[in-house]
């Protein structure tokens, strides 16, 4: 296959083979934008592209203007339907995309040539508008030495040079700048928030919401995606207590569960009045952009992360948010007791709205309440009685921890009390919430992510959108608020590491699976360890980081000018040297002066020295008057010639690498003979 393709590509012309490389690298580029770009803009490149390949692999003239400007408005038009608008992110990516292509039926100089490049390489820009993943920056780094390929080719407009020189030139720039790519990166200083550049579009990436449906998180348990990893100093918690919090809902209308939307006036409003005991757990969290203003960190967090950026504050629910949406990869530090209080003690006005439920919904469920409250008594003294009654229902009672239950009707907490018996967290937590209500149990909903993975490669924790969970708080008189997880007491393994719901496999991963159950789990780490090494040291590197080089490089109180200061000094001490170096090169070390300085010292070897300053033309006619007329100095007479050529007056087909693989071939005589 591959001799076919050589041979292939040494049968079409220049131009054509130039141009059907410049096209696969537009396609490259085009491709990665394939899921953010509308369908009929992906149709519409590709076709365009797929006719400049024909006309040119036929040799047939490029359309005329009015064929260009007839795909020029339909492109607009349908940007315009389907962004209703011509400007922002998408729409101008789109119009860039297609730009690119429709650019490509114009191209027949070297200055669309060179357009087409700069477009291209501005194409590739935006696919950081998107995804700054390591898979990301692979594909873009792929197009970028295409690119370079393609502009490489077009300076060298004499002859066929090989497409694997030209890549090989390419490769050895973009290696020549990578130490100033590197120099940049680590001293350009980040202004936030113009470093970066948010999305437009306010939908959250992340897999919680700031209300809840029952069978909402069901949904998510199918997201593989990483919502935060956390490294702790020194040995973790237990499993069974990573809850990471998140919102808190309290509203309930018979369907969604919301934040709490009190009726009582805001003196009234319940206070966090947070009590903490034991040692506390230190860790840190890189959390992946949510465009969600929340901090997720263990229960219980009492003091605010070092992010000065975003000032984070605790609600009196004790869920941290931020003053702004999280919009980049965030990394912080955070302090967290296991063992906490918090709640008011005694019984409180604003309790109320914790125990309200909407009217006309889960009869059976007000009917069970009736009867267990005849059972175990009412008041504060009974809640806890009530509560281990409850939990030993779900115990023993048949009820199952399922990912797909099925659709719930208008009275969800008597479908899975009485009928189905079946639910994932929130079906559970919703429906213990409910009764705990009807028994005149203050209680609500914490919703956020629970457990985890451990990376035994890197030692982070990975949490992921399928380890979303939902569980209750309860208040009981002398105690405050008491986390109550139910779905522990329907499945213990849901909230130990016992048993988790997995994800469905793929057909590749059920196959390694049944080779060895381990080897795609150790895949996956390995995978994941690269990605946060590639989040930690690239993706995360803040202005906090800039800071911290400039401190242990001497600087006591360094700014972002200090920052721009050094930059600056680094790149003129850089170029300063680079230009040393060139005329230190050029006048020592020329390559095609090494060259002829080498056919002097062979001369000299059989006998016949030369001056420094002798020329090509001038060593072949000394050569010529001192060894005769004869098939060495013919020869070497011939070489001379085309070494002079190439410098002066260049012609195809020669290059200096040639030169000196023919230079090897001569026969040199042993003496100087006449």
């Not at 931020?322 to 302090?335: C, G, K, N």
């Not at 009654?389 to 009390?417: I, K, M, Q």
């Not at 939902?470 to 130990?496: F, I, N, Q």
Request: net charge positive; hydrophobic share 45%.
């Amino acid at each position: 296959m591959k001799q076919r393709l050589l041979g292939f590509s040494a049968a079409l012309p220049r131009d054509t083979r130039d141009t059907l490389f410049l096209l696969a690298v537009i396609a490259w580029v085009m491709l990665m934008q394939v899921q953010h770009i509308p369908w009929w803009c992906s149709a519409l490149t590709t076709g365009v592209l797929l006719w400049r390949a024909s006309l040119a692999l036929r040799g047939k003239p490029l359309p005329g203007w009015p064929w260009r400007v007839g795909l020029l408005l339909v492109t607009v038009t349908a940007t315009w339907f389907t962004h209703k608008t011509l400007l922002g992110r998408d729409a101008g990516v789109t119009l860039i995309v297609v730009l690119l292509a429709l650019k490509t039926l114009e191209l027949r100089a070297r200055r669309d040539a060179f357009v087409v490049f700069f477009l291209g390489f501005f194409t590739l820009l935006t696919h950081f508008f998107y995804s700054q993943s390591l898979l990301t920056a692979a594909g873009i780094l792929i197009a970028l030495l295409g690119l370079l390929t393609a502009v490489v080719n077009a300076h060298m407009p004499v002859g066929r040079p090989p497409l694997l020189q030209m890549v090989g030139i390419a490769a050895r720039m973009a290696a020549l700048g990578a130490p100033i790519m590197f120099v940049a990166f680590m001293l350009f200083p980040r202004l936030s928030p113009l470093w970066g550049m948010p999305g437009d579009s306010t939908e959250s990436r992340m897999g919680l919401s700031g209300n809840m449906r029952v069978g909402q998180l069901a949904e998510l348990a199918l997201d593989d995606r990483i919502a935060l990893r956390v490294r702790f100093d020194g040995s973790p918690p237990p499993q069974r207590e990573l809850y990471f919090r998140g919102p808190v809902l309290t509203s309930f209308d018979g369907v969604d569960w919301k934040p709490l939307q009190s009726a009582f006036p805001a003196y009234m409003e319940l206070q966090a009045d947070l009590k903490v005991s034991g040692d506390p757990v230190r860790y840190e969290v890189t959390l992946e952009p949510t465009m969600r203003p929340w901090l997720l960190m263990l229960e219980a967090t009492t003091s605010a992360p070092d992010l000065p950026n975003y000032r984070p504050f605790m609600t009196p629910e004790l869920q941290w948010l931020t003053r702004r949406p999280i919009t980049e990869l965030l990394r912080y530090r955070a302090e967290s007791h296991t063992a906490f209080r918090h709640g008011p003690l005694l019984p409180s006005l604003a309790l109320e709205d914790q125990t309200t439920l909407p009217p006309g919904f889960n009869p059976r469920t007000l009917a069970l309440a009736q009867s267990m409250r005849k059972e175990f008594g009412t008041g504060p003294q009974s809640a806890p009685a009530l509560i281990e009654a409850t939990l030993a229902r779900l115990r023993t009672g048949g009820y199952s921890y399922a990912l797909d239950p099925g659709v719930y009707g208008r009275h969800t907490a008597d479908e899975f009390w009485f009928d189905r018996k079946e639910g994932f967290c929130e079906h559970i937590a919703s429906s213990f919430v409910i009764l705990m209500r009807a028994l005149d149990i203050p209680a609500r909903i914490v919703t956020g992510y629970q457990g985890g993975e451990l990376n035994v490669v890197d030692g982070y924790w990975v949490v992921r959108q399928r380890d979303a969970h939902a569980w209750a708080e309860v208040w009981l008189e002398g105690r405050g608020w008491v986390r109550v997880d139910p779905t522990g007491a329907v499945a213990p393994g849901r909230t130990g590491s016992v048993e988790r719901l997995r994800t469905p496999q793929g057909a590749i991963a059920t196959a390694l699976g049944t080779i060895d159950p381990t080897l795609v789990q150790r895949m996956r780490d390995a995978w994941d360890a690269v990605n946060n090494g590639w989040n930690q040291w690239v993706l995360n590197y803040t202005q906090g980081r800039q800071l911290d080089l400039l401190r242990n490089l001497g600087f006591e109180s360094p700014s972002w000018t200090d920052l721009a200061y050094v930059l600056i000094g680094v790149v003129v001490a850089v170029s300063l040297a680079g230009v040393a170096w060139t005329l230190w090169e050029r006048q020592q070390h020329d390559p095609w002066l090494r060259t002829l300085a080498r056919v002097r010292r062979r001369l000299a070897a059989t006998g016949l020295t030369a001056a420094e300053h002798s020329t090509p033309r001038e060593l072949a006619r000394v050569a010529s008057a001192h060894f005769g007329d004869n098939d060495f100095t013919r020869q070497l007479g011939a070489w001379l010639l085309r070494l002079e050529a190439l410098r002066y007056a260049p012609r195809s087909g020669d290059t200096l690498e040639s030169l000196q693989s023919e230079l090897r071939q001569i026969a040199w005589p042993a003496r100087a003979t006449r």
